[in-house]
């Protein structure tokens, strides 16, 4: 039998010790794919060791994050089947809305960041931290990307990425020098949740962006689904099939998939309602769906 791998590529922030991250989010994706796929679910139970965390980000902070705070967050959003009326209407205010607006002009006038939101701020500031790979921290991280891929791509292996907020840039990234440095031959599916890639100024930053044709994009994506919830700031630019259209064009992907609308991330915790965090993401059944069509179907 053929060796399926599931690869989760985190987002910003300092994270807790990998064992710990590793089983909440395995819990939290184990739930969105029972609440799509209860079937799918079980033949799931025993591949744990083919779930792949890329613990990048205390490379990038130097600390670890005490998970104990947010464990009844976690355990109460496994318990809750959806989204509430005021859920639903937070994810869609006119705040929200307001943030959007002013996220999208700072994705053209730079100068505008510090006025945006602290947590869309924070975002930025990272992002450029990782852009300007400062101390090589940028492809220390991608090594780590590459050192679990590789393997997995030269044994011909099916294995879907799943790349979060700043975690799907540090995927494209990887999977574009894999591409071109290394000349890797073979193909991945990649799922990005709550992803700036569509961002102008993301894209300009990509690696490979200042080539033309071909050389702009990885060639290793075979599928491309990118899901984004309503009320996620982060995800800024969420139609990526017309974003990376030429992708299709050149033949380097076979498709590229937009689910957002109507999609609810209705994590919580003491500050309330985060429409950007992984579990809230994995907990969801678009994003279970997703999944347990990838696994039965590789």
């Known amino acids: 039998m053929t060796n399926k791998h599931i690869i989760y590529i985190p987002g910003k922030n300092p994270k807790p010790q990998p064992e710990q991250h590793k089983e909440l989010l395995w819990k939290t994706m184990s739930e969105g794919i029972r609440r799509a796929d209860e079937r799918t679910a079980t033949a799931l139970q025993g591949q744990f060791a083919q779930f792949h965390l ?3 980000n205390h490379l990038f902070y130097n600390i670890y994050k005490d998970i104990t705070p947010d464990i009844p967050w976690i355990d ?16 869609n205010s006119w705040r929200a809305r307001l943030g959007r607006i002013l996220f999208t002009l700072a994705d053209h006038l730079q100068f505008l960041i ?60 990887s999977l574009w020098e894999l591409t071109y440095k290394e000349k890797l031959q073979g193909k991945v599916d990649l799922l990005t949740i709550g992803s700036p890639l569509g961002m102008h100024y993301v894209r300009r930053h990509l690696l490979g ?18 899901i984004s919830s309503e009320g996620d700031i ?28 109507g999609i609810y991330n209705y994590f919580h915790n003491a500050e309330g309602l985060n429409c950007h965090r992984s579990y809230g993401y994995l907990v969801n059944p678009a994003v279970g769906n997703t999944i347990a069509h990838w696994w039965k179907n590789n």
């Open 54 to 56: 890329i613990s990048w």
């Open 76 to 91: 109460a959003l496994i318990n809750k089947l959806g989204p509430s009326k005021e859920d639903i209407r937070e994810a």
């Open 114 to 173: 510090p006025l945006l939101p602290k947590e869309v701020e924070s975002a930025a500031k990272e992002m450029s931290h990782y852009f300007n790979n400062v101390d090589n921290i940028a492809c220390d991280i991608r090594e780590l990307v590459k050192k679990t891929l590789r393997p997995i791509i030269e044994n011909n292996e099916p294995v879907l990425i799943i790349g979060h907020s700043l975690g799907s840039v540090i995927a494209y990234d």
């Open 209 to 226: 962006m200042n080539g033309i044709g071909k050389i702009s994009y990885p060639k290793l994506i075979r599928q491309w689904i990118n």
């Open 234 to 261: 982060i995800a800024l630019e969420r139609n990526f099939h017309d974003v990376f259209e030429e992708m299709l064009k050149l033949h380097l992907v076979n498709s590229i998939e937009d689910h957002s609308h």
